[in-house]
T-cell receptor, first 114, second 109 residues
Framework: LAKTTQPISMDSYEGQEVNITCSHN???????ITWYQQFPSQGPRFIIQGYKTKVTNEVASLFIPADRKSSTLSLPRVSLSDTAVYYC???????????????FGQGTTLQVKP | NAGVTQTPKFQVLKTGQSMTLQCAQD?????MYWYRQDPGMGLRLIYY???????DKGEVPNGYNVSRLNKREFSLRLESAAPSQTSVYFCASMMGELFFGEGSRLTVL
């Protein structure tokens, strides 16, 4: 199982770009990297997912180096509403119906200030 | 399309009581999961079911049992509740990404 390590907390200001890095040294060949956002009193929700190189969607970008042992979530021009906990999850999520344990790390609490 | 539905949303138990948390998904997903989240902490995996008819232990299975009743439903049972089981419980189903329910807030006195 790929163990993930992230910074516990980060502070930013509105309008800045925020980059959160996750370390996953023992990532397996079939593992994908998925980032989730969680607001208080809610379940986590999907932000972005990738396998290698760079992925971009309407809310974030995900950068994955060639060795795949880390990944960086990039949030452009954050606002106060981006204050949340961000989790990096690594696992085989397309395992033909027999996916295994999906273990969350401690997450990164992002505080966006005015 | 309701997604993942958990019941009850809130429950208060006394130590030693038993109860079952229900979870159902309407997305035809094979895999389902139960997590717990203590205040200010991350999510910890209790049990998961990779497909109908199979269940496996997660990180913190002690004190819990699960049943994958059919493809839609995955229940979590506390046989003898303890104060240490006070938490928010999240059920999720998975197809490429995890889809979470709204959570069940359990307090054990």
């Amino acid at each position: 199982l790929a163990k993930t390590t992230q910074p516990i907390s980060m502070d930013s200001y509105e309008g800045q770009e925020v980059n959160i890095t996750c370390s996953h040294n023992n990532i397996a060949t079939n593992d994908y990297i998925t980032w989730y956002q969680q607001f208080p009193s809610q379940g986590p929700r999907f932000i972005i997912q990738g396998y290698k190189t760079k992925v971009t969607n309407e809310v974030a970008s995900l950068f994955i180096p060639a060795d795949r042992k880390s990944s960086t979530l990039s949030l452009p021009r954050v606002s106060l509403s981006d204050t949340a906990v961000y989790y990096c999850l690594v696992g085989d999520v397309y395992g033909s119906g027999n996916t295994g344990k999906l273990i969350f790390g401690q997450g990164t609490t992002l505080q966006v200030k005015p | 399309n309701a997604g993942v539905t958990q019941t009850p949303k809130f429950q208060v138990l006394k130590t030693g009581q038993s109860m079952t948390l229900q979870c159902a998904q309407d997305m035809n997903h094979n895999s389902m999961y139960w997590y717990r989240q203590d205040p200010g902490m991350g999510l910890r995996l209790i049990y998961y079911s990779a497909s109908e008819g199979t269940t496996d232990k997660g990180e913190v299975p002690n004190g819990y049992n699960v049943s994958r009743l059919n493809k839609r439903e995955f229940s979590l049972r506390l046989e003898s509740a303890a104060p240490s089981q006070t938490s928010v419980y999240f059920c999720a189903s998975m197809m490429g990404e995890l889809f979470f329910g709204e959570g069940s807030r359990l307090t054990v006195l």
